[in-house]
């Protein structure tokens, strides 16, 4: 039994006083909602106070990222002991902008995973095509060479108690998302890729969906039997956005 995880990602946005805002709103708003696990991830100069915000209740706190290896010297980096001390329980990492912009490669975030998982954090590896690969039908293939390339470099027990989210690249901000078929599509190979590398531990991996997922559609999306939940970016900023999401993936 997957219980869904709904996860927002709030990229760079915001000033303090937003995030603190939109923290106690998520909270407030996710109170009464049972059967579905919620986190947030503001930007690492918002973490401490977040993590006031979100102490006595269910919403989970996530880091956006984190280094590849131990405290130490590297100049602009957060090591995952840190987060960990800070109470951080999730860690997002291979985001595809991080990928395009930071030039992230499956070497360094298998890395950046050995030292959350060490560290008791569960990363959440994001996975996803360019619109170029969808078109010429090589989604399987991306996204398999993405989740392998980590894997081989992990060891299939590696793995752990990760969480994958599949991100198609053309549907992140774009306000364009993968129909509900499309969803079920990857995450089912996904699953069955996962299910060859670590066996039946597969069955109980939870695998999000991310891209311009909003209250208006995560219904659909939600009700594949393979989405188990959703990592949300714009509409994360929303906290009626966000709370109508987590209420449907309670639902579902
Ligand atoms: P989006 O972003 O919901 O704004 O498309 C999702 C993500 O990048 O995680």
Same mark, same amino acid.
């Given at each position: $039994?997957?219980?869904?995880?709904?996860?927002?990602?709030?990229? $760079?946005?915001?000033?303090?006083?937003?995030?603190?805002?939109?923290?106690?709103?998520?909270?407030?708003?996710?109170?009464?909602?049972?059967?579905?696990?919620?986190?947030?991830?503001?930007?690492?100069?918002?973490?401490?106070?977040?993590?006031?915000?979100?102490?006595?209740?269910?919403?989970?706190? *996530?880091?956006?990222?984190?280094?590849?290896?131990?405290? *130490?010297?590297?100049?602009?980096?957060?090591?995952?002991? $840190?987060?960990?001390?800070?109470?951080?329980?999730?860690?997002?990492?291979?985001?595809? !902008?991080?990928?395009?912009?930071?030039? !992230?490669? !499956?070497? &360094?975030?298998?890395?950046?995973?050995?030292?959350?998982?060490?560290?008791?954090?569960?990363?959440?590896?994001?996975?996803?095509?360019?619109?170029?690969?969808? !078109?010429?039908?090589?989604?399987?293939?991306?996204?398999?060479?993405?989740?392998?390339g980590v894997l081989d470099r992990l060891g299939d027990a590696g793995f752990g108690d990760g969480v994958i989210a599949y991100e198609p690249i053309w549907a992140i901000g774009t306000g364009l998302t993968a129909s509900a078929e499309q969803a079920q599509a990857v995450h089912a190979s996904i699953?069955?890729?996962?299910?060859?590398?670590?066996?039946?531990?597969?069955?109980?991996?939870?695998?999000?969906?991310?891209?311009? $997922?909003?209250?208006?559609?995560?219904?659909?999306?939600?009700?594949?039997?393979?989405?188990?939940? &959703?990592?949300?970016? &714009?509409?994360?900023?929303?906290?009626?956005?966000?709370?109508?999401?987590?209420?449907?993936?309670?639902? &579902?």
């Amino acid at each position: $039994m997957r219980i869904p995880l709904v996860v927002g990602n709030w990229k $760079m946005h915001g000033r303090l006083a937003d995030a603190k805002a939109l923290a106690s709103a998520v909270v407030g708003q996710t109170a009464a909602l049972s059967g579905v696990e919620r986190a947030v991830c503001p930007p690492f100069v918002h973490l401490s106070t977040v993590a006031d915000c979100v102490a006595d209740s269910d919403v989970g706190l *996530g880091a956006q990222h984190c280094a590849d290896g131990p405290i *130490g010297a590297h100049t602009g980096e957060v090591a995952a002991e $840190m987060l960990a001390d800070l109470g951080v329980g999730y860690v997002i990492l291979g985001h595809s !902008e991080r990928r395009q912009y930071d030039n !992230e490669r !499956e070497s &360094g975030i298998a890395k950046r995973y050995e030292q959350a998982l060490s560290q008791g954090l569960r990363p959440i590896l994001c996975v996803g095509e360019s619109l170029e690969a969808r !078109e010429a039908g090589q989604t399987d293939q991306v996204v398999g060479a993405q989740l392998t390339g980590v894997l081989d470099r992990l060891g299939d027990a590696g793995f752990g108690d990760g969480v994958i989210a599949y991100e198609p690249i053309w549907a992140i901000g774009t306000g364009l998302t993968a129909s509900a078929e499309q969803a079920q599509a990857v995450h089912a190979s996904i699953r069955a890729l996962m299910a060859e590398r670590v066996g039946d531990a597969a069955s109980d991996l939870r695998i999000l969906y991310g891209g311009s $997922m909003k209250a208006a559609n995560a219904e659909a999306l939600l009700d594949q039997p393979d989405v188990d939940g &959703g990592l949300i970016g &714009g509409a994360s900023l929303s906290a009626d956005e966000f709370a109508a999401i987590c209420a449907a993936a309670a639902r &579902g």
